[in-house]
């Protein structure tokens, strides 16, 4: 089992910049690749990045360039900035959290989402 929590949303400017934060309930070395993902009001959950536990990162081309997923290892936390941010981006804002297991399936595990609106 696997606990995530989402921090760091609230309201911002189109063009400003935010922080969100995922804390895991264990070390994010035990969880094969952690993500950040985003569903907009009526529109289905797309991904916007992910690391694994190797460190490796992979950033959706809508992400790309503006949005930073990194790793906090000690505080078992995944970041994101985002930065330029725009007003169709208003969404809420998942954390994902993804294990191998030694048959090879998968364990899926969520955060409860935290809203982030753009708008003047």
């Known amino acids: 089992q696997v606990q995530l929590v989402e921090s760091g949303g609230g309201l911002v400017q189109p063009g400003g910049s935010l922080r969100l934060s995922c804390a895991a309930s264990?070390?994010?070395?035990?969880?094969?690749?952690m993500g950040w993902y985003r569903q907009a009001p009526g529109k289905q959950r797309a991904l916007l990045a992910t690391?694994?536990?190797?460190?490796?990162?992979n950033y959706a081309e809508s992400a790309k360039g503006r949005f930073t997923i990194s790793r906090d290892i000690i505080k078992n936390t995944v970041y994101l900035q985002m930065n330029c941010l725009k007003t169709e981006e208003t969404a809420v804002y998942y954390c994902?959290?993804?294990?191998?297991?030694?048959?090879?399936?998968?364990?899926?595990?969520w955060g409860q989402g935290t809203q982030v609106t753009v708008s003047s």
């Open positions: 994902n959290g993804s294990v191998t297991l030694l048959g090879r399936s998968t364990e899926d595990y």
């Open positions: 690391i694994t536990n190797g460190g490796i990162t």
């Open positions: 264990r070390s994010i070395f035990t969880i094969n690749r």
